[in-house]
């Protein structure tokens, strides 16, 4: 594989590598008859990323050389991403970027061109892998917003850094709303800040889901597609179902298309009925004093549309299962969940923890959740004090 970036279109390529490291700690690269596929996906499964850069991007675009078979490679986000790291210096002073794949070596070379003859030259180290491929279907949800890049990203403006996840619904209006994300405490006494901005219709180009429909996702691979979008000056498509089903992000251009699917929290935000005038709310079902949530309550769930497709290279054995994924202990379901859950109805839990969230893995179906703590009370540790003078 070879290929050839020049001018502008060098920024682009670091921009999106900039975005996928925002997700993914290994960088998925395969050369297509359609472009080039840059992929990556988080390690619990709930985000996946992807952009597809058109043949026309590149200046020279060779899928494979003659005499050699089409490569697929798996590298170090953090290799990739030390090439591209400064924006300001790729715009100011290099000039064209090729990129090589050798097989022989395992080495992925990529050689920056910059002016007065200067060239940087990257041997990056590189593994044979399949295909990574998220199999979904954005046609097949009911709510599509789209606007400018540009005003979803002054929308999340105010949102501070730190905070993890925000909640996108429809109000009044219609309006879209985007509100930070807060977990119920325990402690009601307990009043924590709460930031919301409100768009609009006339600012989207496509406003189709009804009022009162809300989801919450990650805002930190959020930010990330709308940076790159707004460099580009590019319209952000969100497709988007009940809580609980992955959410699509998309962006699409004569000479790249990007993907991000990312997962939304199986519970509804408690302030989410707020974004319903006072005559559409209804009471939220109350669960049992200890209910607590069934593994299986998501077997009839159309999740296979979204399970990770892992097409093996030509000519190797394929399997028709997916690979085992291992669990951490904490993560283990319990060998007797009933007779546990009839000696101990309730968990032990510390005073002031938030409920434990569940975002709902993409590709496997399974629940992210944090580990159960262990039953009947734990030791509570302190120091010494002999030392203490």
Do not use: W
């Not at 800040?193 to 768009?199: A, R």
Request: net charge negative; glycine share 6%.
């Amino acid at each position: 594989m070879k290929c050839v970036v020049t001018g502008g279109n060098v920024k682009v390529l670091g921009k999106a590598v900039h975005s996928l490291s925002r997700i993914g700690d290994e960088l998925y690269l395969e050369p297509l008859e359609d472009g080039l596929s840059l992929r990556t996906v988080n390690s619990s499964r709930s985000a996946y990323a992807c952009f597809l850069f058109a043949p026309l991007f590149f200046q020279l675009y060779q899928v494979a050389t003659p005499g050699q078979d089409t490569l697929r490679c798996k590298i170090l986000m953090k290799s990739f991403l030390s090439v591209f790291r400064s924006l300001v210096m790729l715009e100011k002073t290099v000039e064209k970027c090729c990129i090589s794949m050798n097989g022989r070596s395992s080495r992925l070379v990529v050689q920056l061109h910059c002016k007065y003859g200067v060239r940087k030259t990257h041997n990056l180290s590189f593994q044979d892998c399949e295909s990574l491929q998220a199999v979904f279907d954005s046609d097949s949800c009911p709510y599509v917003l789209r606007a400018p890049a540009k005003v979803l990203g002054e929308a999340v403006l105010p949102f501070p850094l730190a905070l993890a996840e925000v909640t996108l619904g429809i109000g009044r209006g219609p309006r879209v709303i985007l509100r930070s994300y807060q977990e119920e405490e325990t402690d009601s006494t307990i009043k924590a800040m709460v930031t919301e901005m409100s768009i609009g219709e006339e600012d989207f180009q496509q406003l189709q889901a009804q009022e009162g429909v809300a989801i919450t996702f990650c805002l930190k691979e959020f930010r990330g597609l709308l940076s790159f979008a707004e460099s580009a000056n590019l319209s952000l498509s969100i497709h988007f179902d009940t809580p609980g089903r992955p959410a699509i992000f998309a962006i699409k251009d004569s000479l790249l298309d990007g993907h991000f699917v990312l997962a939304t929290l199986l519970e509804p935000s408690p302030n989410s009925q707020d974004l319903c005038s006072p005559e559409l709310r209804q009471p939220a079902p109350q669960l049992e004093a200890h209910s607590t949530p069934n593994l299986d309550d998501f077997a009839n769930d159309d999740i296979d549309s979204y399970m990770i497709a892992m097409e093996t290279t030509v000519g190797s054995e394929s399997s028709g299962t997916l690979p085992p994924i291992s669990l951490s202990p904490g993560l283990q379901p319990p060998c007797n969940s009933e007779e546990e859950d009839e000696a101990e109805p309730e968990l032990s839990t510390v005073p002031g923890t938030p409920p434990p969230k569940k975002f709902r893995s993409l590709f496997f179906g399974s629940i992210l959740a944090p580990a159960h703590s262990p039953l009947g009370p734990s030791p509570v540790l302190a120091e010494d004090s002999e030392g203490e003078g």
